[in-house]
């Protein structure tokens, strides 16, 4: 039977929401309960009868599981028949075949004694007559078949269905045996369909399932009928009459009973209803007149909480906000929905919720309601994130069993920007005071006394007891002794008011003996007639801003690299100078000294090398003048020397000779041993001529003048300045605008020596020679402008365009079928020190189609063994391209057999200057036969140059030297006139037929 809910009392009633019990109203409680007993309303909008679906009907479910019972058991009494049926069927089939077989037996021997075809066919067919039978065969004792009769078997569901219920084979076979001879001659074997045994069966199964269903649905039908009107419409009825209760006066409308169920459950069921509405009405009426004294004592302390200035929080012991009042919704940035079960850490910032904790505990185990309130000041967090100090205090209130805890908050932010501003006008003098590192002073003139504060003390190093109190003698304890006279009468003129403002910087004494500078500022306080009574002010310790200042000035004026002073340094210097020996009637001069190719060292080995070079220079230049002499720096690699007090003008040179002597040494530098040559220009000033009108600019300028003739006379020497060396610095300065017209304009042009065999005087190979033909000079021989464009780097340009050249003619002649002969040019060491060098030589190469065995490139010895170690990686990768290397001018420098063993050199050109002499001079020709000698020893072959006599070839040949070329063989030609005099049908003569 199902039983109606329980409406409980309304003071006991809850409603459970989000984990808190919520307390309701009776009125809402009843109508809940009769909406889900009754469900539904009335068309008038009073609670109506719930349409009840089938299966939740009890009639239904008592039937349903009435009908599943029966049905179970059916099944179970229906399966066991089949089983016994199925038995029987068996044993039945069984008995029937076996009288068959024995009906035919005698004939079937006969059959299989006789070996009688036809007679074994006759016994089969009387055997087929059996309509189960699907197959008959007759075999004699040998095996062999006399007789065979086969028919199909049925198939279907059915078929399928009697394979599972009858799962053995329905085979049988008979020995055939003779019994006047009791002899066994054959058997006979029959096989049954099951489907056509089991058809009879199958017949009796149906009809008993069928009757059992029936039997199974009319029961149910009947259960369902009869428990309808036996339950479900009486507890219907009680449905409908508990809808229609009034909720809020359930007392008023009870629930009617039959009389015919009067003594039954429902009778029972309907009593206890009507009690219970009874004291439910009950309960309702007092707790409608407890909820209005409530009511009324709510709004009163509603009224008094939301007008008190202060914020009011109720907190549970979750330490969930219950509620808060509307100074504390202001206080913390939330609507009330917002507030009700918002933790209360999310009010308070991160560090102060172990101090409410603490706070709430100690409330909590106070011993009853009066226990003092706990105090303290916190931090609080504004729903936006804006913090707000607040003081805070707690109670806890008890309701039954229930504790809460009431927390009065406050803003206290205007009170803490007093506090803080009272604070800071406090502390702003002493920090602005130890920010500067600055003490302060104030001292009484009319007593004599001082009064320092503790941070001046402090700045040096005092204890407070050890500064004296009186101002004359603390004046002559601190002061520095150079200092204290002109502070002192500094102080006094200031005091007098002869001066307006006093801010001194002096030097005072630490306590540890070292000086500490000082900057003073004082203020000084005046009487009615203008006489000074106090004078206060604040000393800041400025010995960095004196040291920076310093450090600046030396920057400045002096050389960051070497130290040495700058140009601005050494113009004041040499002004200076040039002032002392006019009065004192002495010499001056001034050396400019600049280094012989640094730029190819830069180049080569790097600036890192080049800086130390050029501290290492500085060094030596300053190891080698006189102490009383000063030395600059001007610019990369030049140097100047300030020499005074001169006797004699020669003197000067003395020292230049002392610097040049000191660069001639070898120099270690980052494991380089390095030779510094330089260029030294002299210009000198007599103090005693005062008709010398020689100004610091013009002796520089003079100085540089003769540094640069120094330098174009090949350098690693000096020069005193002469006035015509004006004239032949503006020529080099045409020289070199010209020279890179030339370039510009393309003025140059190439011309070719022949180089012969010495035995055969066959042409061997040529020699490419520049000539630059300029439109108004004519021709300038390579020994004038070489050396500029060495020297101002055109030296690159000009290479590449004699390479291009000299390739290009090769192209000519091999495009006219005209073998071509190997060309020598000449190439720059600086060309080399050059990364792209190497790829212009490739990509010329390349461009052209030349083989690179048709390009010799010749370095001067001397150039290449002062930059060996920067060239040996170029020179090897041109050999690996197969271009041949050639050493010009050998002999004049300093070579070593280690260097040439080393450089993948090809060819050794014996210097001029030995073949010169070599008839006349046997020095000259020991030594020409001596490089001859050395030079096929090492495998290289040997040219000669600067051939002009038949007697000089005739030499040559005597000691088997390789080729030769000079005046006597051939004078350099344009590309047109060698072929006009050594080209016969596109063939090269030899040099003796020209």
């Not at 629930?255 to 009690?275: A, C, F, K, M």
């Not at 150079?482 to 002096?506: F, H, K, M, N, Q």
């Not at 050199?905 to 000259?924: C, E, G, Q, W, Y």
């Amino acid at each position: 039977m199902a039983t109606l809910p329980l409406i409980e009392p309304p003071q006991q009633r809850t409603r459970r929401s989000g984990g808190r019990a919520d307390p309701i109203g009776a009125g809402d409680d009843v109508r809940d309960v009769a909406s889900r007993s009754a469900g539904g309303r009335g068309g008038d909008g009073s609670p109506g009868p719930e349409r009840l679906p089938m299966r939740r009907r009890l009639s239904y479910k008592q039937a349903r599981n009435t009908v599943l019972l029966t049905l179970v058991l059916g099944l179970l009494v229906a399966t066991g028949q089949i089983i016994v049926d199925l038995m029987h069927l068996e044993r039945r089939t069984d008995v029937l075949v076996n009288q068959v077989m024995r009906t035919v037996h005698e004939p079937a021997a006969e059959a299989a004694y006789g070996f009688d075809r036809d007679m074994a066919g006759r016994v089969l067919d009387g055997l087929f007559a059996y309509e189960p039978i699907v197959l008959a065969e007759l075999r004699n004792d040998f095996g062999s078949v006399l007789a065979l009769r086969e028919r199909p078997a049925e198939s279907g569901t059915r078929a399928w269905l009697a394979e599972h219920l009858l799962p053995r084979e329905l085979e049988y076979a008979l020995p055939l045996t003779v019994v006047r001879n009791a002899l066994d001659v054959g058997v006979l074997r029959v096989r049954l369909d099951r489907t056509l045994i089991a058809a009879e069966f199958f017949e009796r199964a149906s009809v008993t399932l069928w009757a059992g269903l029936l039997w199974t649905v009319g029961l149910a039908t009947i259960l369902v009928v009869s428990l309808h009107v036996a339950v479900t419409k009486p507890f219907l009825r009680v449905s409908q009459q508990l809808a229609r209760i009034d909720p809020a006066r359930p007392s008023e409308t009870l629930v009617t009973i039959p009389p015919r169920h009067d003594d039954d459950e429902l009778g029972i069921l309907g009593r206890s209803i009507n009690g219970l509405l009874l004291r439910l009405g009950q309960s309702l009426e007092r707790h409608r007149r407890a909820e209005d004294r409530v009511r009324e004592r709510e709004l009163r302390l509603r009224g008094i909480m939301e007008n008190v200035a202060d914020g009011i929080v109720t907190i549970d012991t979750c330490h969930r906000v219950e509620t808060m009042n509307r100074a504390a919704l202001e206080l913390f940035g939330y609507r009330a929905d917002e507030a009700a079960g918002l933790p209360f850490d999310r009010c308070l910032a991160d560090g102060d919720l172990p101090h409410v904790l603490r706070a709430l505990a100690r409330s909590l185990h106070a011993p009853d309601e009066r226990s003092d309130v706990v105090r303290q000041e916190l931090t609080a967090r504004r729903k936006s994130g804006e913090t707000v100090p607040i003081s805070f205090s707690v109670s806890q209130m008890r309701l039954g069993d229930r504790v809460s805890f009431i927390c009065v908050v406050r803003d206290i932010t205007e009170r803490r920007d007093a506090e803080r501003a009272l604070m800071e006008s406090e502390q702003r003098l002493k920090l602005a005071v130890t920010a500067t590192r600055s003490g302060v002073w104030d001292a009484d003139l009319r007593t004599g006394r001082v009064w320092w504060s503790p941070e001046f003390v402090a700045m040096l190093g005092y204890a407070p007891d050890e500064l004296p109190m009186d101002r004359g003698e603390t004046w002559e304890v601190l002061i520095h002794p150079d200092d204290r006279s002109w502070t002192a009468a500094l102080a006094e003129r200031y005091l007098s008011g002869e001066i307006t403002e006093y801010a001194p910087v002096y030097r005072m004494r630490r306590k540890d003996g070292s000086w500490v500078w000082i900057e003073a500022r004082g203020q000084c306080l005046r009487d009615g007639d203008g006489v000074a009574h106090r004078f206060t002010g604040t000393m800041t310790d400025v010995t960095e801003r004196k040291r920076f200042e310093e450090q600046l000035m030396y920057m400045a004026t002096h050389d960051p690299l070497t130290g040495l002073p700058n140009r601005t340094l050494l113009q004041d210097r040499l002004t200076h100078a040039m002032g002392l020996s006019r009065r004192k009637g002495t010499g001056l001069a001034a050396l400019s000294i600049d280094l012989d190719r640094f730029k190819l060292v830069n180049d080569s080995l790097g600036h890192e090398v080049g800086d130390r070079l050029l501290k290492a220079v500085a060094q030596a230049i300053a190891g080698a003048v006189r102490s009383t002499d000063t030395v600059g720096r001007l610019g990369v690699d030049e140097f100047l020397v300030i020499a005074e007090d001169l006797a004699e003008p020669k003197d000067a040179g003395r020292i230049g000779m002392s610097v040049l002597e000191a660069l001639a040494k070898p120099l270690e530098v980052g494991g380089h041993s390095l030779f510094a040559t330089a260029s030294v220009g002299i210009s000198t000033f007599d103090g005693r001529d005062e008709d010398d009108a020689t100004d610091v600019a013009a002796l520089l300028r003079h100085a540089d003048t003769a540094m640069h003739s120094a330098k174009s006379g090949g350098g690693n020497t000096l020069r005193y300045y002469r006035p015509e060396m004006n004239e032949e610095v503006a020529a080099r300065l045409a020289l070199e605008r010209s020279l890179r017209d030339a370039i510009e304009r393309n003025q140059f042009e190439l011309v070719y020596q022949p180089k012969v065999d010495v035995a055969t005087l066959r042409l061997l190979g040529l020699e490419a020679l520049i000539r630059w033909k300029h439109p108004e000079k004519g021709y300038i021989p390579p020994t004038i402008f070489i050396p500029v464009a060495e020297e101002t780097g055109l030296i690159g340009a000009i290479g590449d365009w004699v390479l291009r050249t000299a390739l290009d003619q090769i192209a000519r002649w091999r495009a006219r079928q005209i073998a071509p002969l190997p060309v020598a040019v000449n190439i720059s060491v600086r060309q080399l020190t050059d990364e792209s060098a190497l790829r212009t030589v490739r990509s010329l190469l390349s461009e052209t189609g030349i083989d690179p065995g048709l390009l010799e490139l010749e370095v001067t010895e001397t150039t290449m063994m002062d930059n060996i170690d920067s060239i040996a990686e170029t020179l090897h990768a041109l050999r690996d391209l197969g271009v041949g290397v050639a050493v010009d001018d050998f002999g004049t420098g300093h070579s070593s057999l280690a260097y040439l063993r080393r450089l993948p050199i090809t060819a050794l050109k014996v210097d001029r200057s030995f073949i010169d002499d070599v008839i006349a001079n046997p020095d000259d020709a020991a030594i020409a036969a001596t490089i001859i000698a050395m030079g096929r020893q090492l495998g290289l072959k040997v040219v000669a140059e600067g051939i002009e006599t038949a007697e000089q070839l005739a030499f040559l040949r005597r000691h088997a030297c390789d080729e030769a070329q000079g005046y006597h063989i051939a004078r350099p030609l344009p590309a047109e006139e060698l072929e006009t005099r050594f080209l016969d049908g596109g063939r090269w003569r030899e040099a003796h037929s020209a």
